[in-house]
Structures are given as C-alpha cells and as structure tokens.
C-alpha cells in the first residue's frame, strides 16, 4: 500500500493519527518517543498494514508473478498499483476529500528528513488523484526506481504491470475488502488529542 490507500485506511483517525499514517516510511526504528503519541500510532498502524499486506498470500502468489529478475522490487511497484486500483474505485467526491486532508496536513507538518525533498513534489504535483491514471502510476514507479542503486528494476517491471493489468486489478478487488475489515480505522476510535 502506498500513501493514498494508508490515508483511506486511517482516515477515522484524528489528523495526527492520519499524519503519521502519510510519514511513516520516512522514521526508521522502533523507538517513536520523539513523536506526540497519536502520531505514533499513526505510524505504528501503518507498519501493520504493511505487515498484513507484505504476508498476505494473495499479494505473494502475485508477487510469484513478476518476471523472476524483479520479484525483489516487486512489493513496491505492487504498492503503487494498489494506489492506482483505489484511485480508481473511490467515488471522486470521497478521494478528493481525502486527498485535500492529506495535502493540507502534509503541506502544513514537517516531514521526516527522509520524505522531506519529496512530500512538497507529492502535493504540488498532486499524485493521490494522479494514481487514477495508469500511466501517470508507471511513472511513478520508474521514478522511484531511478532513487534506488543500480538499474531501473522497477521501471523494468512496467511491462509485467502492463501485461497482467486485468488480473491486478482482479486481485486488488479481492484483497481490498478484507484490507479495509481488517485494517480501517474508524472514526472516533482514536482519542482525541489533547
């Protein structure tokens, strides 16, 4: 999942929980004592969302599908695509709610030095409503290809993504259901902040 779908799946929470949500790939370690508690929990929920999504058996017999050289990269470029299929599956009036929450806390909150250089890119050129379209999520995933070390393997997986696009999108419509029972958030269910 990437940060569309871990905003829709904490989005009961309060603004905090929901920020931590949206940073957490950014703060590395277990010890989150330097952030206020319910951003904290934010980041603790996201962890376990990927945690349930990284060992789903769905997403491995998927992953079993990517050309062998790129199985390694394939967890990302699958996250992206997840992103895309939501994109695409939220009525816009609930996605673009969603994604001005998310814009106005990451355009108004520090990052972590890690996400800092790429969250005002991320709202400026609108990537949550622009994962509906699947170019524009091919593009994405070859650009983070391009920041990791090496060759492009992710740019590489593109024409696995393009190829096995209706069984993805398949796989996402039986994955999704049981995500959202399992991993959303509801409302009210996280105290209120201080």
Not at 10 to 34: E, H, M, P
Not at 137 to 148: D, E, F, P, S
Not at 153 to 172: K, Q
Request: proline share 8%.
């Amino acid at each position: 999942m990437n940060f569309l779908a871990h905003g829709w799946l904490a989005r009961g929470g309060s603004d905090d929980f929901l920020y931590g949500n949206l940073i957490a790939d950014g703060v590395k370690g277990a010890d989150l004592s330097t952030w206020a508690p319910v951003v904290a929990a934010g980041i603790r929920h996201h962890r376990r969302v990927d945690a349930v999504i990284d060992t789903h058996p769905l997403l491995l017999a998927t992953r079993a599908r990517a050309p062998r050289d790129g199985r390694r990269f394939a967890g990302i470029a699958l996250d992206l695509m997840w992103d895309h299929c939501l994109a695409r599956r939220l009525a816009p009036a609930e996605r673009d709610a969603l994604v001005e929450r998310c814009y106005g806390l990451l355009a108004t909150r520090p990052a972590p030095a890690r996400l800092a250089g790429m969250m005002p890119v991320l709202v400026r050129q609108d990537w949550l409503r622009g994962y509906a379209d699947f170019a524009f999520t091919c593009r994405a995933v070859a650009g983070i290809g391009r920041r990791l070390r090496g060759p492009n393997r992710l740019a590489a997986l593109l024409p696995w993504l393009e190829r096995d696009y209706d069984r993805l999108v398949e796989t996402f419509e039986r994955l999704w259901p049981e995500l959202e029972a399992e991993l959303a958030v509801p409302p009210s269910s996280i105290p209120p902040q201080p």
